[in-house]
């Protein structure tokens, strides 16, 4: 996470810019509701700055924000300490404004609505009691250019010892991540979610999801709910059971204008390198959950890229789209977590509940516990069915790389026409004989 962790590095910094003739955008801070206790740190930012820069000081980010102090490109720097509940509401600087956390600073929350060019960035969010809000970061109304990165969130501050939690525990902490009501063009990114409920709810289009990690939840690790939106490079880990909901890792469904889920078209997502695992910590919980993988069941999805996804799930859905047109699904790795060949989790394709068929579907270069295709004009490529644990680097970590017992089968064996560049690790796909069937592009190394 980037932290403002060296007051006077920072200061040297600026110092260093106006010597070179630089005229850097300008620093403002922002002091906190309760400074953290013997913490001197505010004292020291501003006397490392007092030397180059007039570091005026509000009493929030709203405060901040509507004094039309601050200009594109200005810095307001949240001091260390407890802010509260973070709002931004209403704000469209024009250029752009940085909201960034020093090491420290921490609020109980954050809502943002109808507000563009701000990006949110490095600071702690957990609530110190009852959560306030559904969700830990809430975003509503007419909202664009939003960027929130960098984010610790937790469910509780000592939420990392979540293993070791009881169902009334997890109950009592019962927060999403993010909640995006609404949007375009939002970006969510490397943020850390840890024992959340769901960790990311987006109904943006257009949204950026990419870079996250979810360590911990207890519904579903991602809902993915916006037309053009894409989830890439993400980790999910970890996943318990604590009420009726049936988890899965990404969940889609289409709605119509009235929001009503089955109904309408979702279009354009893209799925592409991420990390799923039904469960990653060495130690057990006791009630660790049986995940689905990705899945859309209920409506239809038009436009689709899946790719490059590493799914460890039990469930039998590893990967199942139901209503699906006009889309890929390539070089994905779907395995049980034990490794064990069972004939599933699965990729499938097939009619969506009121019947909506799927077609022009490709499904090309994926290595899976079975692979079921039904519809009009679903092509069926370079698919192969796992044997069994020894065809993995290591089960019991959850290394599912190719081992040397299982490279015969994946390396070459994939249809070039459909495979990405890179794989999931973005290791470049071989252009000589052949790319690597599955997530994984062995190196030579590992060949």
């Known amino acids: 996470?980037?932290?403002?962790?060296?007051?006077?590095?920072?200061?040297?910094?600026?110092?260093?810019?106006?010597?070179?003739?630089?005229?850097?955008?300008?620093?403002?801070?922002?002091?906190?509701?309760?400074?953290?206790?013997?913490?001197?740190?505010?004292?020291?930012?501003?006397?490392?700055?007092?030397?180059?820069?007039?570091?005026?000081?509000?009493?929030?980010?709203?405060a901040a924000l509507s004094s039309g102090t601050l200009e594109g490109g200005d810095r307001l720097i949240l001091e260390p300490g407890h802010h509260g509940i973070l709002t931004i509401s209403g704000r469209a600087p024009k250029g752009g404004i940085r909201i960034e956390g020093a090491r420290g600073a921490q609020a109980d929350g954050v809502q943002i609505g109808d507000t563009a060019n701000i990006?949110?960035?490095?600071?702690?969010?957990?609530?110190?009691?009852?959560?306030?809000?559904?969700?830990?970061?809430?975003?509503?109304?007419?909202?664009?250019?939003?960027?929130?990165?960098?984010?610790?969130?937790?469910?509780?501050?000592?939420?990392?010892?979540?293993?070791?939690?009881?169902?009334?525990?997890?109950?009592?902490?019962?927060?999403?991540?993010?909640?995006?009501?609404?949007?375009?063009?939002?970006?969510?990114?490397?943020?850390?979610?840890?024992?959340v409920y769901t960790g990311i709810n987006?109904?943006?289009?257009?949204a950026l999801i990419e870079g996250n990690i979810i360590r911990g939840h207890s519904a579903d690790g991602m809902r993915l709910l916006g037309d053009n939106s894409t989830a890439r490079a993400n980790i999910i880990e970890d996943c318990v059971v604590i009420d009726g909901n049936h988890p899965d890792m990404v969940q889609m469904w289409s709605a119509d204008e009235n929001g009503t889920p089955g109904f309408g078209v979702m279009k354009n997502v893209v799925i592409d390198a991420n990390e799923f695992y039904e469960w990653r910590s060495p130690k057990?919980?006791?009630?660790?959950?049986?995940?689905?993988?990705?899945?859309?069941?209920?409506?239809?999805?038009?436009?689709?890229?899946?790719?490059?996804?590493?799914?460890?799930?039990?469930?039998?859905?590893?990967?199942?789209?139901?209503?699906?047109?006009?889309?890929?699904?390539?070089?994905?790795?779907?395995?049980?977590?034990?490794?064990?060949?069972?004939?599933?989790?699965?990729?499938?394709?097939?009619?969506?509940?009121?019947?909506?068929?799927?077609?022009?579907?490709?499904?090309?270069?994926?290595?899976?516990?079975?692979?079921?295709?039904?519809?009009?004009?679903?092509?069926?490529?370079?698919?192969?069915?796992?044997?069994?644990?020894r065809e993995f680097v290591a089960v019991e970590t959850q290394d599912f790389r190719p081992a040397r017992a299982g490279i015969a089968m994946l390396v070459d064996g994939a249809d070039p026409a459909y495979a990405p560049k890179t794989d999931l690790r973005g290791v470049s796909r071989s252009a000589d004989k052949g790319p690597d069937i599955g997530a994984f592009e062995l190196t030579p190394a590992e060949r």
Request: aromatic content about 6%; charged content about 15%.
């Open 1 to 62: 996470m980037t932290v403002i962790s060296d007051w006077k590095t920072l200061g040297l910094a600026i110092a260093a810019a106006l010597a070179a003739g630089v005229a850097p955008a300008k620093d403002y801070f922002v002091a906190p509701s309760e400074p953290l206790t013997g913490a001197a740190l505010t004292a020291e930012a501003k006397a490392a700055l007092a030397a180059v820069v007039a570091a005026d000081e509000f009493s929030s980010v709203e």
């Open 119 to 195: 990006t949110l960035s490095g600071m702690s969010v957990y609530p110190r009691g009852a959560p306030a809000d559904i969700a830990l970061v809430v975003i509503a109304g007419d909202v664009s250019n939003l960027v929130v990165e960098n984010l610790d969130m937790r469910s509780t501050e000592d939420a990392s010892g979540y293993v070791g939690w009881s169902p009334a525990t997890w109950e009592s902490h019962k927060v999403d991540g993010f909640l995006v009501r609404s949007g375009d063009g939002v970006v969510i990114r490397k943020n850390l979610m840890t024992a």
């Open 202 to 206: 987006s109904y943006a289009t257009h």
């Open 284 to 389: 057990r919980s006791g009630i660790e959950c049986v995940s689905q993988g990705i899945a859309i069941f209920d409506g239809r999805l038009d436009g689709f890229q899946v790719t490059n996804n590493l799914v460890a799930v039990s469930s039998y859905h590893g990967i199942s789209l139901s209503g699906a047109t006009n889309g890929i699904v390539a070089n994905n790795t779907v395995v049980n977590p034990g490794g064990v060949r069972l004939g599933y989790p699965r990729i499938m394709i097939d009619s969506g509940k009121k019947g909506e068929p799927s077609q022009n579907v490709v499904v090309a270069n994926n290595l899976a516990g079975q692979i079921i295709l039904q519809g009009a004009a679903i092509k069926d490529v370079g698919n192969a069915i796992y044997g069994g644990p």
